[in-house]
Structures are given as C-alpha cells and as structure tokens.
C-alpha cells in the first residue's frame, strides 16, 4: 500500500528564516510525487511535479526536489503569505490506478512577521 | 479561465438526510476526482471518472455513496442517509488528460456537516 509521511506536522518560522519540509514515501513504482499548498477554507492549489531522483523544481521562494525515498520542499526566506499547510502526494506507476493522489497529512507552516 | 468550481460551498444536513454536491471541472478536462477531507488530514481518494465512464469507485467508504458525470463534464456526488461520520470536506478535481497523466486541480470543497 503506497504511503506519504509528512514532517513536521506544523513549523513556525520568523519572516526570512529558511527551512525545509519533509516527505517521506513508499509506492510500489513511483509515476510522480507532488506538492499542493492549502489555504484555510480553501482547495489544495498546485505547486509543483516531480518525476524522478534528482529533479529539482522552483517557484518563487520554494524549492522541491527528490530522492528515491524522500522529498523536501525548501523555503527560502519565507513572508508571512507563505503560511498554508503543504500537502505531498504520490501517483504510482504500477497497479490499475496509476491516476490516484495519495496525500499524507500535511505540515502547518506559519510565518510570523 | 474559471477554475474547478463547486456547490454548495457549505451543506448541514440532519443524520439520515440525502445530500447532493455538484463539481463544474475546468471545460475540457477528461478526468475527473472526488476526494474526502477529514479535518487535520490530507484529501483520500474516493472516486474517478473518464469523461462520463465511472472507471473507479473503490474509494467510497460505502454503499450509501454514489457519483455520477452523465455527460462528461459536471458531476454529482450523492450521500444517502447520511451519518455523523460523513462530515467531512468533499473536494472535487479535474485534470486535463486521461490517466492522471496531467496535475490534479482541485475546487474549493463542500464542506458537509452531518448533526
């Protein structure tokens, strides 16, 4: 059975001080691992995909990136607009549903000012 | 272009009442997902729709839940007699390709409260 670790499950940082969020995973061949950003009230928004070991993404202050076992999305020099919960999701490759997101529980960031 | 958008936002519902929530995907994307939300959880998979071909339904905690895409575009989930423990966020997906090839976008939810 595939399965997302989160952590931590909530981070508090101060507005510039950089971190990483932690994702751990275990699928049976792995077709893409993502990550969404939720809002409170809201649905999770799109950020980014990763496909294989070694791939690194960017998007503003964020960075993802990937290894066999684990994902990290690194925050750099973070606003008080980036506090959300980040949520990491896995598809498989193999098995007749290669199409489903399995999500883990998420990490609170919240960045004070 | 207008996102995935969803309605109602927000459902009471006393335990024992049907409930219907409608998802309008992104016009033109095949696939299409529910999810359910617990609080404090990430989303899980609840069912998956190709065009209107209902292709998995191995999701739905049980036979009181029902989702259909008559057409291939809007679609209805369906909660029959409903309990406590179906409250919950139910959030709506769409993508652009058959097979998940394409990123997942989601909706706001409906957020279901059962009394």
């Known amino acids: 059975e595939d399965q997302v670790t989160q952590s931590p499950e909530a981070l508090r940082l101060q507005e510039g001080e950089s971190s990483s969020l932690n994702c751990s995973y275990t699928v049976s061949g792995l077709r893409g691992l993502f990550w969404y950003r939720q809002d409170p009230g809201k649905g999770p928004e799109f950020l980014f995909t990763?496909?294989?070991a070694g791939e690194e993404k960017e998007k503003e202050r964020l960075k993802a990136t990937l290894t066999k076992k684990e994902s990290f999305l690194h925050i750099t020099a973070p606003k008080p607009e980036d506090s959300a919960t980040y949520l990491c999701?896995?598809?498989?490759?193999?098995?007749?549903?290669?199409?489903?997101?399995?999500f883990g529980k998420g990490t609170l960031l919240t960045v004070n000012p | 272009g207008a996102g995935v958008s969803q309605s109602p936002r927000y459902k009471v519902a006393k335990r024992g009442q049907d409930v219907a929530l409608r998802c309008d995907p992104i016009s033109g994307h095949v696939s299409l997902f529910w999810y359910q939300q617990a609080l404090g959880q990430g989303p899980e998979f609840l069912t998956y729709?190709?065009?209107?071909?209902?292709?998995?339904k191995s999701g739905l905690p049980s036979d009181r839940f029902f989702a259909e895409r008559p057409e291939g575009s809007v679609s209805t989930l369906k909660i029959q007699r409903t309990q406590q423990e179906d409250s919950a966020v139910y959030l709506c997906?769409?993508?652009?390709?058959?097979?998940?090839?394409?990123?997942?976008?989601f909706g706001p939810g409906t957020r279901l409260t059962v009394l």
């Open positions: 997906a769409s993508s652009l390709g058959a097979g998940g090839l394409n990123e997942q976008f």
């Open positions: 999701a896995v598809q498989a490759r193999s098995g007749g549903s290669n199409y489903k997101l399995t």
């Open positions: 990763l496909y294989s």
């Open positions: 729709f190709q065009n209107e071909a209902q292709l998995d």
